[in-house]
């Protein structure tokens, strides 16, 4: 980070620091492992926003804390209602449809665990470096839920996204590579000059070009996504699903 860069303290969330032509959007929700809640999605939405209309050329993604994100907050499965839980699935998919036709570069620099949503949001960035500690997960089928099932086909075809899917148990850095989960491995040492390559890249193009690429490579499919969210969604109660799944995981944990 240069000298110059300027932090905005008004998110409390969310940090978003100008650095030059780079602007950073770091999850800040350590003690809850930066946990999707409805406030830091709102946060993570308006900073995006921010960004694309401000000078930036690229996004970069990171998260305060021993980890990315653990995904979504479940702490409150209990007192939620069905209806509450499809609204923000809803608003996590429409910032990560926000993140995917980004007609900015978008990067995400990943450590420690990166569950769930969070997952998600890598799979939809541009470019995506992890930590050899980096480990990744994405339960949502576990519990009934398709949420950027086509984004991580794309990314990673068909059978890998089978496989990383239905998965038991959560896949390291060498796996996430392996099957273009993610663009490398890097160590937070040399973050620096990872993000000083991929901008040097970037810089190659005006905006407008940048814009144009991005919007070709990724065609919209917006409508349909959210639907096949919702579809999900609203299969029996989305609300006992997650309950049952989270119970499942306990047992586990308590008879290995």
Same mark, same amino acid.
């Given at each position: 980070?240069?000298?110059?860069?300027?932090?905005?303290?008004?998110?409390?969330?969310?940090? &978003?620091?100008?650095?030059?032509?780079?602007?950073?959007?770091?999850?800040?929700?350590?003690?809850?492992?930066? @946990?999707?809640?409805?406030?830091?999605?709102?946060?993570?939405?308006?900073?995006?926003?921010?960004?694309?209309?401000?000078?930036?050329?690229?996004? /970069?993604?990171?998260?305060?804390?021993?980890? +990315?994100?653990?995904? +979504?907050?479940?702490?409150? *499965?209990?007192?939620?209602?069905?209806?509450?839980?499809?609204?923000?699935? *809803?608003?996590?998919?429409?910032?990560?449809? @926000?993140?995917?036709?980004?007609?900015?570069?978008? /990067?995400?620099?990943?450590?420690?665990?990166?569950?769930?949503?969070?997952?998600?949001?890598?799979?939809?960035?541009?470019?995506?470096?992890?930590?050899? $500690?980096?480990? +990744?997960?994405?339960?949502?089928?576990?519990?009934?839920?398709?949420?950027?099932?086509?984004?991580?086909?794309?990314?990673?075809?068909?059978?890998?996204?089978?496989?990383?899917?239905?998965?038991?148990?959560?896949?390291?850095?060498?796996?996430?590579?392996?099957?273009? +989960?993610?663009?490398?491995?890097?160590? &937070?040492?040399?973050?620096? $000059?990872?993000?000083?390559?991929?901008?040097?890249?970037?810089?190659?193009?005006?905006?407008?070009? &940048?814009?144009?690429?991005?919007?070709?490579?990724?065609?919209?499919?917006?409508?349909?996504?959210?639907?096949?969210?919702?579809?999900?969604?609203?299969?029996?109660?989305?609300?006992?699903?997650?309950?049952? &799944?989270?119970?499942?995981?306990?047992?586990?944990?308590?008879?290995?």
């Amino acid at each position: 980070m240069v000298k110059n860069a300027r932090w905005d303290g008004s998110m409390t969330l969310v940090q &978003y620091v100008e650095d030059g032509l780079i602007v950073r959007i770091i999850l800040n929700r350590p003690q809850k492992l930066n @946990a999707f809640n409805e406030d830091i999605i709102l946060e993570l939405t308006q900073a995006l926003s921010r960004a694309e209309k401000s000078m930036a050329r690229m996004v /970069v993604f990171q998260g305060n804390g021993k980890g +990315f994100s653990g995904g +979504f907050d479940l702490s409150d *499965i209990k007192t939620s209602s069905d209806g509450e839980l499809v609204m923000r699935f *809803i608003q996590v998919e429409k910032f990560l449809q @926000a993140v995917y036709h980004c007609p900015i570069a978008t /990067v995400a620099f990943v450590h420690g665990a990166c569950f769930g949503a969070a997952a998600d949001l890598v799979a939809a960035c541009h470019w995506r470096i992890a930590t050899n $500690d980096a480990r +990744f997960m994405m339960p949502g089928p576990k519990f009934g839920l398709v949420l950027g099932t086509r984004r991580l086909s794309v990314l990673v075809g068909e059978d890998n996204a089978r496989q990383l899917l239905l998965r038991d148990k959560p896949f390291d850095a060498s796996d996430a590579l392996r099957t273009n +989960f993610i663009s490398g491995i890097k160590e &937070y040492d040399e973050w620096a $000059d990872v993000e000083e390559k991929v901008f040097s890249q970037v810089k190659q193009t005006d905006v407008k070009t &940048y814009a144009e690429l991005a919007s070709q490579m990724r065609p919209n499919h917006r409508n349909s996504d959210i639907a096949a969210l919702v579809r999900s969604a609203s299969n029996n109660s989305v609300q006992s699903r997650i309950q049952t &799944y989270l119970d499942h995981i306990h047992e586990q944990k308590n008879n290995p």
